[in-house]
């Protein structure tokens, strides 16, 4: 089940919200050891509070986040001005309306521990679908977002389009700032690519 969340419903799905907050704890915080804050088992900061909207994938009960991002407009705060701006180019203004941000993109790595890649790539697969209408719909043309390079390789074989713009490396490993053209060819692609993994996935769930 996909769920788009906004400042108009967001109270309905209160307990999905907890569930992402625990979620990105236990990818950001206990296993990629990011410096984040965590309270109550659950991964927040201040952007969380600047009315961003979610996407995220649950199972058909609404119980288990399986995977999330959050997106924001540039024209308001964002973790590129404030966090990461080393990764921008030279004199370049990436804000803009139909620019937006997306961070926290997370999936439960358990799903790949089960051994099923396939059920890993239509989770990531339909979060970025997701992002497509929602930018498709709302005119916007661009996302930003600061990746790693595992990241790149999943956005390519989704079929994402990404142009690296910008990278840093005082994390002690490269974090680059990726450019991502929103179009319906590049949707298309991204459903083609879903298509694919939702009916691997269904025949190694079959032949369990």
Known sequence: MLVIVEQNNIR?????????????ARIFFTRLRWDVQVADGKERDKFDDAGPVYVICAD???????????????????????IFSDTQPDAVHLAGPTVWECT??????GIAGRGHEEEFLVTSATLFEAVGKLAISAG?????????????????LIGCEVEILGCTRRYGRPV????????????????????IATQECERLLALN
Do not use: W
């Not at 307990?15 to 907050?21: P, Q, R, S, V, W």
């Not at 926290?104 to 790595?109: A, G, L």
């Open 12 to 24: 309905e799905y209160s307990h999905l919200i907890d569930e992402m907050f625990r979620l990105r």
């Open 60 to 82: 058909d009960a609404e119980r288990q986040v399986r995977g999330c991002l959050r997106l924001l407009p540039t024209t308001g705060p964002t973790l590129l001005a404030e």
């Open 104 to 109: 926290r993109f997370c999936v439960d790595h």
């Open 140 to 156: 916007i043309e661009s996302i930003l977002a600061n990746i790693d390079s595992k990241m790149i390789r999943l956005c390519r």
């Open 176 to 195: 680059y700032l990726g450019l991502f053209p929103i179009s319906e060819a590049i949707l298309c692609k991204v459903q083609k690519r879903l298509s």
